[in-house]
């Protein structure tokens, strides 16, 4: 069974405060590893999708890697704007788009 | 920027009642999908639409729910009698042909009283 899951739960930095996010995940056959913000009461709002380990993205101060088990969201001296539930979600070998998600880690980052 | 736009909101209904969520994906976009978040839970797949058709559904998606794509910009959720447990906030989502990137809707809350 795909299975997605995220750590920490909650995650309080400091701003400028450098910090990582973990996705650690179970597919059977990964179509694509997928970040999105979320804000409180808002939908996901789509940062980046890997496709195979090894690959990196980045967006201003975040940057996302994967590995075969898992994917690491970088963030690199966070404001208080990047405060915000961070979701990974994984598409597994169905073509149909479905997408499994993780319980996000929620980031609170202060001034 | 391209966006997903859902309506309404915020609904209320009582229990028992039908309910019909509607959802404007982009407008080049080939896939649909609608997905629901209840309180502090995980977000989760309800079923996916292509060419038409339901192209995968999730065991949340029983008889009570459907979908439809009326015409060329509409996608919509019906729940045929609502129960207190189906309150959450339902997503619509839409993709292009190559499914890599999945743009969601912000959302309509729906509760169940």
């Known amino acids: 069974e795909d299975q997605v899951t995220q750590s920490p739960e909650a995650l309080r930095l400091q701003e400028g405060e450098s910090s990582s996010l973990n996705c650690s995940y179970t597919?059977?056959?990964?179509?694509?590893l997928f970040w999105y913000r979320q804000d409180p009461g808002k939908g996901p709002e789509f940062l980046f999708t890997l496709y195979s380990a090894g690959e990196e993205k980045e967006k201003e101060r975040l940057k996302a890697t994967l590995t075969k088990k898992e994917s690491f969201l970088h963030i690199t001296a966070p404001k208080p704007e990047d405060s915000a539930t961070y979701l990974c979600?994984?598409?597994?070998?169905?073509?149909?788009?479905?997408?499994?998600f993780g319980q996000g880690t929620t980031l609170q980052v202060k001034p | 920027e391209p966006e997903v736009t859902q309506t309404p909101s915020h609904q209320v209904t009582q229990m028992g009642q039908e309910v019909i969520l509607r959802c404007v994906p982009i407008?080049?976009?080939?896939?649909f999908y609608w997905y629901r978040q209840i309180l502090g839970q995980k977000v989760e797949f309800l079923v996916s639409?292509?060419?038409?058709?339901?192209?995968?559904k999730s065991e949340i998606f029983d008889d009570q729910f459907s979908v439809e794509r009326p015409d060329g910009s509409n996608f919509t959720l019906k729940i045929r009698s609502t129960k207190l447990e189906d309150s959450a906030m339902y997503f619509c989502?839409?993709?292009?042909?190559?499914?890599?990137?999945?743009?969601f809707g912000e959302g309509s809350w729906l509760t169940v009283v």
């Open positions: 989502a839409s993709s292009d042909h190559s499914g890599n990137t999945i743009y």
């Open positions: 407008s080049n976009h080939l896939y």
């Open positions: 979600a994984v598409g597994g070998s169905s073509n149909t788009g479905k997408l499994i």
């Open positions: 597919v059977s056959g990964l179509r694509g």
């Open positions: 639409f292509y060419n038409n058709e339901i192209s995968e």
